[in-house]
């Protein structure tokens, strides 16, 4: 590399997951295109981005070219945790550039930018509502000038420039073919909430996550989720010795061989009643201050699981007051799948969390849209492996007595790691519950069935596979003694 060239220099956005999706924000002196329809959130997104960069020290230029006043636009986002108004006149200079430009045109508004980021030493400069200059070019050459000329003062005066524009109905635009960088927000309306979306489509000079990523506009200005597909570690699974995790149930881990398997994640079927919560709960009974938990549930709220954690798991409800274990509900109406991942993760980095029980897999269906549940599962699956997290995921199936069960959200019995099945037996005027083991991932484990029913302290399963073969014979002669009963 020649001794005159500078090396590219990093400027963080300081918005929450942004600067993840560029691997390290934007670079100095770059010329970048933030581009949507109206009511995306540009505006907030342009003045975050400001504020943030006024809170570390450097000076900012906001450069508005739309018809609204800079009082007004500050009034729209004074509610927003990011302002500061005493940064405003300060680190950040707010002008007009609409008159500018309505009299003199793009060469107008170029001497407008020139003299103001000079005068106000800026080092980031935001033009809002860039489509007006577009449609005052008198050609494509002509803002194609424009744009180079811009871009050159950029780079000169190592200021990053970011062009607030709506979506050009020319692809590529003059403007898009010469800029570092754009980036793309969308909204559209799912059912009972906005979906809104945020694409790279162009980067120069790194490499960034690709694809489609989520973001919210909340009192804390815009986040993005980036998607959890690419997001996951590249820490591979631990080899050598395989180590087992205790679920919290005796019985339950002679059939498994001495326990859950250390990293892994099991998935427990079954319908409705069958204990699949509890068998979770007693599994979280075995945390503690070396071994954190988590419960992320979907459907009971933290009082309700405490109601239950009180009357069928006291182990769990020790280590609930102890701290050892946090509870983190999650209505399945509210957010979608990156939104909840990225609330789960955190608290697991954040508390160091090595059992995990996901109550309630069918929440995560109802985030999904039209995307696909098996990659985000197995991206989460290996993110949760990579933290060296053991986990159980309930999951519900529609048939509550019978000889066949739905296996609900298809395409992830190859992510999990181990399948227990509970379910429902019917005979004469009781109704059974029985226990499986369906799968555990390179292990040897006891397939015979094992009744199952609830004691003091949770589910309690029989020694032996005696007494499910008495009922399953049960059952299964039923009918003939009714077809007997009905020929009489």
């Known amino acids: ?55 570390a020290g450097s000076k900012v230029l906001y450069i508005t070219l739309i018809a609204e006043t800079v009082g007004r636009m500050l009034l729209n986002i004074g509610d927003l945790k990011f302002y500061d108004e005493g940064a405003v006149g300060n ?43 577009s449609d005052h070019a008198k050609s494509r050459e002509d803002l194609k000038l424009f744009v180079q000329q811009l871009q050159t003062q950029a780079d000169a005066s190592e200021c990053t420039v970011f062009l607030l524009t709506n979506p050009s109905e020319q692809k590529p635009s003059s403007e898009e073919t010469m800029v570092d960088g754009i980036i793309n927000l969308t909204t559209s309306v799912h059912e009972w909430r906005s979906a809104r979306e945020l ?80 068998l979770g709960l007693q599994f979280l009974g075995e945390s503690s201050a070396q071994e954190p938990g988590l419960l992320f ?44 991942a990225d609330r789960m993760l955190r608290d697991i980095k954040k508390r160091k969390v090595k059992r995990l029980l996901i109550d309630g897999l069918g929440g995560f269906k109802k985030a999904l849209r039209s995307r696909p549940i098996e990659p985000f599962f197995s991206a989460l699956v290996h993110e949760l492996r990579a933290q060296g997290v053991t986990s159980i995921c309930t999951a519900e199936v529609i048939e509550i007595v019978g000889p066949t069960m739905t296996v609900p959200l298809q395409g992830l019995s190859d992510v999990t790691d181990n399948h227990i099945l509970l379910r429902f037996i019917e005979t004469g005027a009781s109704l059974f519950r029985l226990l499986s083991i369906l799968k555990v991932r390179d292990c040897a484990f006891d397939s015979d069935l094992r009744e199952l029913h609830f004691a003091a302290g949770g589910l309690e399963l029989a020694e032996n596979s005696a007494s499910a073969k008495s009922i399953l014979l049960s059952a299964s002669r039923r009918p003939e003694a009714e077809l007997t009963q009905e020929n009489r």
């Open 297 to 340: 549930g979907f459907y009971e709220t933290p009082e309700r699981i405490r109601t239950k954690v009180t009357a069928t798991c006291p182990a769990l409800l020790k280590q609930l007051d102890a701290g050892h274990v946090q509870i983190l509900w999650q209505a399945p109406t509210d957010q979608f799948l990156d939104e909840i």
């Open 91 to 133: 680190g950040i200079f707010y002008v007009s550039g609409f008159n500018a430009l309505k009299k003199d045109g793009l060469s107008g508004l170029l001497h407008l930018l020139r003299r103001e980021v000079a005068a106000r030493k800026a080092t980031t400069l935001v033009v809002d509502g860039f489509a007006s200059a």
């Open 1 to 55: 590399m020649s001794s005159d060239v500078r090396p590219l220099r990093r400027v963080l956005s300081g918005i929450k997951g942004l600067d993840d999706i560029l691997h390290g924000g934007f670079f100095g002196g770059g010329l970048y295109i933030v581009e949507g329809p109206p009511g995306v959130g540009k505006t907030i997104l342009g003045n975050q981005i400001c504020f943030n960069q006024a809170a």
């Open 199 to 278: 694409c790279v489509r162009k980067f120069r000079g790194s490499s960034y996550l690709q694809g489609v990523h989520s973001y919210d506009i909340t009192e804390d200005g815009v986040t993005v989720y980036p998607r959890l597909e690419t997001l996951v570690s590249q820490t591979s699974d631990i080899n050598g010795e395989l180590k087992r995790v205790l679920s919290g149930n005796p019985s339950l881990d002679q059939m498994l061989g001495g326990g859950l398997p250390a990293r892994s994640s099991t998935m427990v079927i079954g319908p409705s009643g069958t204990g699949k919560t509890t």
